[in-house]
Protein backbone atom coordinates (compact mmCIF):
# COMPACT_ATOMS: atom_id res chain seq x y z
CA UNK A 1 0.00 0.00 0.00
CA UNK A 2 1.60 3.53 -0.95
CA UNK A 3 2.50 5.79 1.99
CA UNK A 4 0.13 8.33 0.11
CA UNK A 5 -3.03 6.53 0.62
CA UNK A 6 -2.10 6.31 4.18
CA UNK A 7 -1.53 9.75 4.54
CA UNK A 8 -5.28 10.50 2.60
CA UNK A 9 -6.64 8.50 5.36
CA UNK A 10 -4.35 10.73 8.03
CA UNK A 11 -2.02 7.81 8.64
CA UNK A 12 1.11 9.03 7.58
CA UNK A 13 2.65 6.69 9.75
CA UNK A 14 1.69 3.95 7.79
CA UNK A 15 4.01 3.40 5.04
CA UNK A 16 3.30 -1.05 4.86
CA UNK A 17 0.51 -3.87 5.78
CA UNK A 18 3.75 -5.08 7.92
CA UNK A 19 3.23 -2.45 10.18
CA UNK A 20 -0.26 -2.73 10.66
CA UNK A 21 -0.89 -4.42 14.06
CA UNK A 22 -4.20 -4.82 16.60
CA UNK A 23 -3.02 -0.79 17.96
CA UNK A 24 -3.40 0.12 14.52
CA UNK A 25 -6.63 -1.72 13.90
CA UNK A 26 -8.07 0.41 16.66
CA UNK A 27 -6.79 3.64 15.45
CA UNK A 28 -8.24 2.94 12.07
CA UNK A 29 -11.46 1.90 13.70
CA UNK A 30 -10.91 5.60 16.11
CA UNK A 31 -10.76 7.66 13.54
CA UNK A 32 -13.56 6.53 10.93
CA UNK A 33 -16.06 8.84 12.30
CA UNK A 34 -13.42 11.74 11.16
CA UNK A 35 -12.21 9.98 8.24
CA UNK A 36 -15.26 8.36 6.58
CA UNK A 37 -16.11 9.86 3.57
CA UNK A 38 -19.89 9.53 4.05
CA UNK A 39 -19.40 12.06 6.95
CA UNK A 40 -16.96 14.38 5.63
CA UNK A 41 -17.76 14.40 1.96
CA UNK A 42 -21.24 13.35 1.06
CA UNK A 43 -22.17 17.10 1.14
CA UNK A 44 -19.50 18.52 -1.08
CA UNK A 45 -20.13 15.15 -3.81
CA UNK A 46 -24.02 15.87 -3.84
CA UNK A 47 -23.71 19.44 -5.21
CA UNK A 48 -20.71 18.06 -7.71
CA UNK A 49 -22.45 17.65 -10.74
CA UNK A 50 -21.45 16.09 -14.37
CA UNK A 51 -21.48 19.11 -17.02
CA UNK A 52 -21.22 16.80 -20.17
CA UNK A 53 -19.48 19.28 -21.44
CA UNK A 54 -15.97 19.08 -23.25
CA UNK A 55 -13.65 16.79 -20.45
CA UNK A 56 -13.98 13.08 -21.54
CA UNK A 57 -15.77 11.10 -19.02
CA UNK A 58 -13.05 8.57 -18.99
CA UNK A 59 -9.17 8.73 -19.47
CA UNK A 60 -8.54 7.75 -23.37
CA UNK A 61 -5.49 6.48 -22.48
CA UNK A 62 -7.05 3.64 -20.56
CA UNK A 63 -8.92 2.30 -23.38
CA UNK A 64 -7.06 -0.62 -24.30
CA UNK A 65 -7.70 -0.33 -28.07
CA UNK A 66 -7.86 3.70 -28.24
CA UNK A 67 -5.04 3.76 -30.65
CA UNK A 68 -6.22 1.59 -33.20
CA UNK A 69 -6.53 2.10 -36.35
CA UNK A 70 -9.77 1.29 -37.54
CA UNK A 71 -11.37 2.31 -34.03
CA UNK A 72 -9.95 5.90 -35.00
CA UNK A 73 -11.71 5.75 -38.60
CA UNK A 74 -15.30 5.94 -36.27
CA UNK A 75 -16.80 9.07 -36.19
CA UNK A 76 -16.25 11.75 -33.25
CA UNK A 77 -19.72 10.74 -31.62
CA UNK A 78 -18.62 7.23 -31.77
CA UNK A 79 -16.01 7.58 -30.33
CA UNK A 80 -16.84 9.78 -27.60
CA UNK A 81 -19.89 7.37 -26.60
CA UNK A 82 -17.46 4.47 -26.57
CA UNK A 83 -15.83 6.73 -23.86
CA UNK A 84 -18.98 7.10 -22.09
CA UNK A 85 -20.11 3.77 -21.94
CA UNK A 86 -16.44 3.12 -20.69
CA UNK A 87 -16.94 5.40 -17.80
CA UNK A 88 -20.43 3.94 -17.11
CA UNK A 89 -18.99 -0.05 -17.50
CA UNK A 90 -16.44 0.77 -15.16
CA UNK A 91 -18.58 2.33 -12.46
CA UNK A 92 -21.14 -0.85 -12.95
CA UNK A 93 -17.99 -2.99 -12.44
CA UNK A 94 -17.22 -1.23 -8.89
CA UNK A 95 -20.72 -1.82 -7.93
CA UNK A 96 -21.61 -5.09 -8.84
CA UNK A 97 -18.13 -5.99 -6.84
CA UNK A 98 -19.54 -4.28 -4.01
CA UNK A 99 -22.99 -5.32 -3.92
CA UNK A 100 -22.28 -9.18 -5.22
CA UNK A 101 -19.00 -9.94 -3.65
CA UNK A 102 -17.56 -6.95 -0.76
CA UNK A 103 -20.88 -6.34 1.01
CA UNK A 104 -22.10 -10.77 1.23
CA UNK A 105 -18.45 -11.45 2.51
CA UNK A 106 -18.35 -8.38 4.79
CA UNK A 107 -21.90 -9.60 6.17
CA UNK A 108 -20.48 -13.40 6.49
CA UNK A 109 -17.53 -11.70 8.64
CA UNK A 110 -19.97 -10.23 10.97
CA UNK A 111 -22.17 -13.52 11.11
CA UNK A 112 -19.35 -15.07 12.40
CA UNK A 113 -19.35 -17.21 9.36
CA UNK A 114 -15.65 -16.89 9.29
CA UNK A 115 -14.13 -18.18 12.56
CA UNK A 116 -11.48 -15.28 14.37
CA UNK A 117 -13.29 -12.30 14.22
CA UNK A 118 -13.40 -11.77 18.09
CA UNK A 119 -11.70 -8.71 19.10
CA UNK A 120 -14.17 -5.78 18.92
CA UNK A 121 -12.35 -3.51 17.22
CA UNK A 122 -12.31 -6.63 13.94
CA UNK A 123 -16.15 -6.52 14.27
CA UNK A 124 -16.19 -2.53 14.47
CA UNK A 125 -14.01 -2.06 11.18
CA UNK A 126 -16.11 -4.52 9.30
CA UNK A 127 -19.15 -2.68 10.03
CA UNK A 128 -17.35 0.51 9.57
CA UNK A 129 -16.43 -0.76 5.83
CA UNK A 130 -19.23 -2.13 5.17
CA UNK A 131 -21.20 1.40 5.98
CA UNK A 132 -18.40 2.54 3.04
CA UNK A 133 -18.90 0.02 0.53
CA UNK A 134 -22.94 1.09 0.44
CA UNK A 135 -21.87 4.71 -0.02
CA UNK A 136 -19.45 3.79 -2.75
CA UNK A 137 -22.50 2.09 -4.24
CA UNK A 138 -24.67 4.82 -3.71
CA UNK A 139 -21.86 7.54 -4.93
CA UNK A 140 -21.48 5.65 -8.44
CA UNK A 141 -24.53 4.75 -8.91
CA UNK A 142 -24.96 8.52 -8.78
CA UNK A 143 -22.41 9.53 -11.02
CA UNK A 144 -23.80 7.11 -13.60
CA UNK A 145 -27.56 8.48 -13.50
CA UNK A 146 -25.49 12.05 -13.84
CA UNK A 147 -23.95 10.79 -16.76
CA UNK A 148 -26.99 9.24 -18.19
CA UNK A 149 -28.86 12.71 -18.21
CA UNK A 150 -25.25 15.03 -19.26
CA UNK A 151 -25.18 12.88 -22.12
CA UNK A 152 -28.68 11.61 -23.01
CA UNK A 153 -28.79 8.51 -23.24
CA UNK A 154 -31.73 6.72 -22.93
CA UNK A 155 -30.56 3.19 -23.53
CA UNK A 156 -27.23 1.58 -22.47
CA UNK A 157 -25.54 -1.92 -23.06
CA UNK A 158 -25.97 -3.97 -20.10
CA UNK A 159 -22.42 -3.84 -18.25
CA UNK A 160 -24.18 -5.42 -14.80
CA UNK A 161 -22.73 -8.44 -15.07
CA UNK A 162 -18.31 -7.79 -14.90
CA UNK A 163 -15.70 -10.26 -15.88
CA UNK A 164 -14.52 -9.56 -11.87
CA UNK A 165 -18.14 -11.30 -10.65
CA UNK A 166 -18.73 -13.08 -13.78
CA UNK A 167 -15.34 -15.23 -13.02
CA UNK A 168 -16.37 -16.17 -8.99
CA UNK A 169 -19.86 -17.41 -9.91
CA UNK A 170 -18.15 -19.46 -12.65
CA UNK A 171 -16.68 -20.94 -9.53
CA UNK A 172 -18.71 -20.92 -7.08
CA UNK A 173 -21.20 -22.75 -9.64
CA UNK A 174 -18.91 -25.72 -9.73
CA UNK A 175 -18.81 -26.07 -5.93
CA UNK A 176 -21.29 -28.27 -3.71
CA UNK A 177 -20.51 -27.14 -0.50
CA UNK A 178 -21.27 -23.71 1.37
CA UNK A 179 -18.14 -23.47 2.94
CA UNK A 180 -16.36 -23.80 -0.23
CA UNK A 181 -18.31 -21.07 -1.96
CA UNK A 182 -17.59 -18.85 1.41
CA UNK A 183 -14.06 -18.96 1.13
CA UNK A 184 -14.29 -18.05 -2.83
CA UNK A 185 -16.26 -14.84 -1.74
CA UNK A 186 -13.39 -14.32 0.56
CA UNK A 187 -10.78 -14.79 -1.59
CA UNK A 188 -12.59 -12.43 -3.89
CA UNK A 189 -13.01 -9.73 -1.02
CA UNK A 190 -9.73 -9.89 0.27
CA UNK A 191 -7.77 -9.42 -3.69
CA UNK A 192 -10.46 -6.71 -4.39
CA UNK A 193 -10.50 -4.92 -0.93
CA UNK A 194 -6.58 -5.14 -1.19
CA UNK A 195 -6.25 -4.00 -5.07
CA UNK A 196 -8.98 -1.81 -5.88
CA UNK A 197 -6.98 1.43 -5.03
CA UNK A 198 -4.64 0.71 -7.63
CA UNK A 199 -7.20 1.75 -10.56
CA UNK A 200 -9.40 4.05 -8.30
CA UNK A 201 -5.99 5.94 -8.00
CA UNK A 202 -5.52 6.34 -12.10
CA UNK A 203 -8.74 8.05 -12.10
CA UNK A 204 -8.59 10.53 -8.70
CA UNK A 205 -5.52 12.41 -10.15
CA UNK A 206 -6.47 12.01 -13.95
CA UNK A 207 -6.97 16.12 -15.56
CA UNK A 208 -8.44 14.97 -18.25
CA UNK A 209 -11.88 13.05 -17.80
CA UNK A 210 -15.12 15.27 -15.80
CA UNK A 211 -13.91 16.67 -12.31
CA UNK A 212 -16.77 14.95 -11.08
CA UNK A 213 -15.49 11.68 -12.30
CA UNK A 214 -12.53 11.76 -10.16
CA UNK A 215 -13.89 13.26 -7.22
CA UNK A 216 -15.94 9.74 -7.22
CA UNK A 217 -12.72 8.21 -7.69
CA UNK A 218 -10.77 10.28 -5.20
CA UNK A 219 -13.67 9.89 -2.25
CA UNK A 220 -13.76 6.45 -3.26
CA UNK A 221 -9.79 5.56 -2.98
CA UNK A 222 -10.00 7.79 0.78
CA UNK A 223 -11.73 4.93 2.15
CA UNK A 224 -10.13 2.29 0.35
CA UNK A 225 -7.09 3.15 1.98
CA UNK A 226 -7.91 1.94 5.37
CA UNK A 227 -9.66 -1.05 3.83
CA UNK A 228 -6.95 -2.31 2.60
CA UNK A 229 -4.89 -2.80 5.76
CA UNK A 230 -8.32 -3.46 7.61
CA UNK A 231 -8.76 -6.39 5.28
CA UNK A 232 -5.07 -7.67 5.45
CA UNK A 233 -5.17 -7.88 9.39
CA UNK A 234 -8.79 -9.04 9.64
CA UNK A 235 -7.77 -11.73 7.56
CA UNK A 236 -4.61 -12.85 9.42
CA UNK A 237 -7.17 -13.36 12.54
CA UNK A 238 -9.23 -15.70 10.32
CA UNK A 239 -6.56 -17.50 8.06
CA UNK A 240 -5.04 -19.07 11.38
CA UNK A 241 -8.17 -20.28 12.59
CA UNK A 242 -9.15 -22.18 9.16
CA UNK A 243 -8.81 -25.69 8.43
CA UNK A 244 -6.47 -27.37 6.29
CA UNK A 245 -8.96 -28.05 3.16
CA UNK A 246 -10.32 -24.17 3.64
CA UNK A 247 -6.35 -23.20 3.52
CA UNK A 248 -6.02 -25.47 1.00
CA UNK A 249 -8.77 -24.18 -1.36
CA UNK A 250 -7.82 -20.19 -0.56
CA UNK A 251 -4.33 -21.08 -1.31
CA UNK A 252 -5.70 -22.30 -4.72
CA UNK A 253 -7.88 -19.94 -5.54
CA UNK A 254 -5.73 -16.94 -5.26
CA UNK A 255 -4.61 -16.72 -8.79
CA UNK A 256 -8.07 -16.83 -10.46
CA UNK A 257 -8.70 -14.11 -8.39
CA UNK A 258 -6.25 -11.65 -8.94
CA UNK A 259 -6.52 -12.63 -12.92
CA UNK A 260 -10.09 -11.75 -12.46
CA UNK A 261 -9.81 -8.80 -10.67
CA UNK A 262 -7.00 -7.52 -12.99
CA UNK A 263 -8.94 -8.12 -16.07
CA UNK A 264 -10.26 -6.09 -19.19
CA UNK A 265 -13.55 -6.94 -19.72
CA UNK A 266 -13.80 -7.96 -23.33
CA UNK A 267 -17.05 -9.14 -23.22
CA UNK A 268 -18.00 -5.94 -22.41
CA UNK A 269 -16.13 -3.97 -24.47
CA UNK A 270 -17.17 -6.44 -27.11
CA UNK A 271 -20.89 -5.26 -26.59
CA UNK A 272 -19.99 -1.33 -26.31
CA UNK A 273 -18.31 -1.31 -29.26
CA UNK A 274 -21.01 -2.90 -30.78
CA UNK A 275 -23.96 -1.15 -29.35
CA UNK A 276 -22.42 1.75 -30.75
CA UNK A 277 -22.02 0.47 -34.40
CA UNK A 278 -18.41 0.92 -34.75
CA UNK A 279 -17.37 -0.95 -37.58
CA UNK A 280 -14.66 -3.27 -37.19
CA UNK A 281 -15.73 -3.88 -33.33
CA UNK A 282 -14.42 -8.08 -33.75
CA UNK A 283 -10.88 -6.76 -35.50
CA UNK A 284 -10.06 -4.20 -33.16
CA UNK A 285 -10.54 -6.47 -30.18
CA UNK A 286 -8.75 -9.08 -31.89
CA UNK A 287 -5.86 -7.32 -32.91
CA UNK A 288 -5.82 -5.62 -29.57
CA UNK A 289 -5.59 -8.68 -27.66
CA UNK A 290 -2.71 -9.99 -29.61
CA UNK A 291 -0.66 -7.34 -28.26
CA UNK A 292 1.37 -8.28 -24.86
CA UNK A 293 -0.23 -7.48 -21.60
CA UNK A 294 -3.56 -6.33 -22.47
CA UNK A 295 -5.37 -9.20 -20.70
CA UNK A 296 -4.99 -6.75 -17.68
CA UNK A 297 -6.15 -3.48 -16.74
CA UNK A 298 -3.56 -3.13 -14.03
CA UNK A 299 -0.80 -5.82 -12.97
CA UNK A 300 0.33 -4.20 -9.74
CA UNK A 301 -0.62 -6.37 -7.09
CA UNK A 302 1.35 -5.74 -4.64
CA UNK A 303 -0.93 -5.53 -1.52
CA UNK A 304 -1.55 -8.99 -2.06
CA UNK A 305 2.01 -10.12 -2.38
CA UNK A 306 2.52 -8.46 0.72
CA UNK A 307 -0.15 -10.17 2.48
CA UNK A 308 0.85 -13.37 1.14
CA UNK A 309 4.10 -12.94 2.44
CA UNK A 310 2.90 -12.05 5.88
CA UNK A 311 0.76 -15.00 5.84
CA UNK A 312 3.69 -17.12 4.99
CA UNK A 313 2.10 -19.19 2.14
CA UNK A 314 3.67 -16.95 -0.74
CA UNK A 315 5.98 -20.39 -1.93
CA UNK A 316 2.26 -22.16 -2.49
CA UNK A 317 0.79 -19.26 -4.21
CA UNK A 318 1.00 -20.10 -7.95
CA UNK A 319 0.98 -16.77 -9.56
CA UNK A 320 4.08 -14.71 -10.76
CA UNK A 321 4.45 -11.49 -8.67
CA UNK A 322 7.62 -10.64 -10.60
CA UNK A 323 5.36 -8.70 -13.24
CA UNK A 324 3.72 -6.68 -10.69
CA UNK A 325 4.48 -3.27 -11.48
CA UNK A 326 2.89 -0.01 -10.71
CA UNK A 327 2.88 0.58 -14.64
CA UNK A 328 -0.56 -0.36 -16.12
CA UNK A 329 0.33 -3.23 -18.95
CA UNK A 330 -2.14 -2.20 -20.95
CA UNK A 331 0.40 0.88 -22.37
CA UNK A 332 1.75 -2.23 -24.41
CA UNK A 333 -1.19 -1.65 -26.68
CA UNK A 334 0.03 1.63 -27.57
FE1 LIG B 1 -15.59 0.51 -1.98
FE1 LIG C 1 -13.56 -1.42 0.27
New binding site residues.
Given amino acids: MKSTQFEASGFQDLDSAHHVGPSTLQRLVAAWPRRATIRTDMASFMASGDSGSDPADYPVHLIPFAEHPRFLEASTESRQLVNTLAWQAYNAR?IAA?EHV?NPTFEMLAHGVFPGIDRHEAKEAVQQSHI??VW?TYMHMTAMQRTKEARKLSVEPDYSHPITNRRLFELTAGRSEKWERDILFLVWTVVGELH?NNFLELLAHDKTIQPMHSLVARL?AR??AA?GPIVAEILKDVFVHLNKEQRELFIDTLPAAIKALGAQDYGIWSDILEFVGVAGATEILADTRTLPGTEMMLTDFSTVHRLIQDLEIEDRVEYDFSSTSPQRSGQAAK
Fill in positions: VEADEHIHDEH
